[in-house]
């Protein structure tokens, strides 16, 4: 059974169900970057198949062989003028890695290529990620002179407060290997391919698994973090304020000029 949800000029998400294994996919045409809606409708998505009862598990997956998810739409974030459009485009990756959160199900990543930003949130907040050699992270907020807050929490659980504090401070890439050695991925395979193969056996797997017992083991890991609707949304309004500053539109104005 495949469901499209959304098909818009410029990106889509989308999913499929098969035998118990849901696969939600998300594409933008400029490396998978994420506006404000595609965002919102991959967290409803998230939220809806989370609740189908002929679904057993979820791989969270993008379109194409290159970046899995080069963060927040940055023709959006030039676009802010004012507190409430930049606590609003913040609140994007926000509402996606809450979904994943409270969403029933196992999560399974794909990450098959390289994630910025948002995208390491993501790839954080699933409950189980695989990553090819060439999915590097790079938490890179700080050059545009605002910071990873949103993203803060679902990193730092995974890969602890050290790590991510390298990764906040250094803006630099860090390897698959560097965040596998961390925690944020689980393996790491040679080729897409073999990483496939690896998520299809472990999706089967859990497919057959009791329902149960692993929406018991999610909750039961997730448990530290029910205070996180609220404390995201706080998150999102202290980068809504510091989109605003003069550092941060100095840096728009540069890149827009390149």
């Not at 899995?68 to 676009?79: I, Q, T």
């Not at 609707?229 to 510091?242: H, P, Q, V």
Request: proline share 3%.
């Amino acid at each position: 059974m495949s469901q499209p949800i959304i098909h818009e000029l410029e990106g889509r998400v989308a999913f499929q169900v098969s035998e118990g294994i849901a696969t939600i996919t998300f594409f933008h045409p400029k490396s998978n970057s994420m506006p404000g809606a595609l965002l919102r409708k991959l967290a409803q998505t998230i939220t809806d198949v989370g609740q189908m009862p002929d679904v057993k598990v979820i791989v969270l997956a993008s379109e194409g062989d290159k970046a899995f998810c080069s963060g927040a739409s940055f023709d959006e974030l030039v676009s802010i003028d004012n507190f409430e459009q930049g606590k609003k485009f913040f609140l994007g990756f926000a509402s996606v890695i809450n979904a994943a959160r409270k969403c029933p199900k196992f999560i399974i990543g794909r990450v098959q290529g390289k994630a910025v930003g948002g995208g390491v949130g993501m790839a954080s907040a699933v409950d189980y990620c695989y990553a090819t050699s060439g999915a590097s992270i790079k938490l890179s907020e700080l050059a545009v002179g605002i910071g990873p807050f949103v993203v803060g929490p679902a990193v730092a659980r995974k890969v602890g407060q050290s790590a991510f504090q390298i990764l906040s401070i250094d803006t630099e890439w860090r390897s698959a290997e560097w965040a596998r050695e961390k925690g944020l991925y689980a393996e790491v395979f040679d080729n897409i391919q073999d990483m496939d193969n690896a998520i299809a056996k472990l999706a089967k797997k859990l497919a057959a698994s009791s329902p149960e017992a692993m929406a018991q083991i999610k909750q039961i890991c997730w448990e530290d973090c029910s205070h996180w609707d609220s404390l995201l949304d706080n998150r999102a309004e202290m980068s809504g304020r510091l989109v605003l500053s003069d550092f941060t539109k100095s840096f728009i104005r540069s890149f827009k000029n390149v």
